[in-house]
Structures are given as C-alpha cells and as structure tokens.
C-alpha cells in the first residue's frame, strides 16, 4: 500500500483534493471520484459533530463507525458535503497543502472560506492512505469548527 508522492504531486493531489468537493457538475463529481479514490476506498469521519456523540451517549451506545466505503458511497458523501456547504453559494472548500507524513501517508489540512470576505468558517485534516496507483485507499477525516 501506498504510492510516494514526490513534491508536484503532493501539490496537484492537494488541488484535485478541493476540487472534488467544490465541483457543482454531478458527473464531473463522479469522474473525479473514480479517478481519485480506489474502488473499496473508505472515508472515516474520526470526530462526529457534538450533536451525534450526545445522542448516541444518552442511549448508552458505544458510538458507531461513521465509515462510507467505495464509489458509489463516496458520491453520495461528496455530494451531501457539496449540497449542504457549497451549492449554496456561501463557502468554498481550499486545501493549502498536502504533506507526507511517516508510515507513507499523507496529511491533508483543509479549510471551508467564506466567499464575502475569505474569513475561515471551519476546517479540517484528513490523514490519507494511497494504493500503490496513487489512488486513495483510507481517508481518515478530522473536522474543526465547521459552521
């Protein structure tokens, strides 16, 4: 598992990252999908929002795996993301880097910009794992302050 990615590469991986999330056109979404993430690709939301984890805890269950796994799910997951924060016209997502990190991962910080005025309305870091095609095999997200 996971190809290295030289410095340009890093860089147009960071952009395509953000462009998948910013896309407005459905079949483009779909493309960039199948091009950027492997076919059992799992995206795994690390830190439910604070809602989630109260409910789930007043019921005394373990909190569950907030896991989607593969294209078909992480169109549906890209594309709720795009309804909910960027079809509305108010935010944009940016993704200023892409950095290795140790075991052959890579570390990506992203941030969601108010359009008016660039202030930052929240963020994250995904802790991302390749297959050997450069392809995403594990994304493991981190959200901060998302609005």
């Known amino acids: 598992m ?8 890093l860089a147009r991986f960071a952009e395509q990252f953000a462009a998948l999330w ?9 493309k960039q999908i199948r091009e950027l993430w492997a076919p059992t690709a799992t995206q795994t939301l690390v830190d439910p929002p ?24 992480l169109d549906r997951r890209v594309t ?30 992203w941030t969601m910009v108010t359009k008016a005025d660039g202030s930052i309305a929240g963020g994250g870091f995904d802790v991302i794992g390749l ?13 901060e302050g998302v609005r």
């Open 131 to 143: 297959d050997d095609e450069g392809r995403i095999l594990t994304d493991h997200q981190f959200i």
């Open 50 to 73: 604070v809602e989630m984890r109260e409910q789930v805890e007043k019921l005394q269950f373990a909190l569950p795996a907030l896991e989607v796994r593969g294209h078909d799910a």
């Open 22 to 30: 910013n896309e407005s056109d459905a079949a483009a979404r779909r």
């Open 80 to 109: 709720r993301a795009f309804e909910m924060f960027i079809e509305p016209g108010e935010y944009a997502f940016a993704v200023p880097a892409a950095t290795r990190l140790p075991a052959g991962l890579i570390g990506v910080t």
């Open 2 to 9: 996971s190809k290295q990615l030289n410095d340009t590469e």
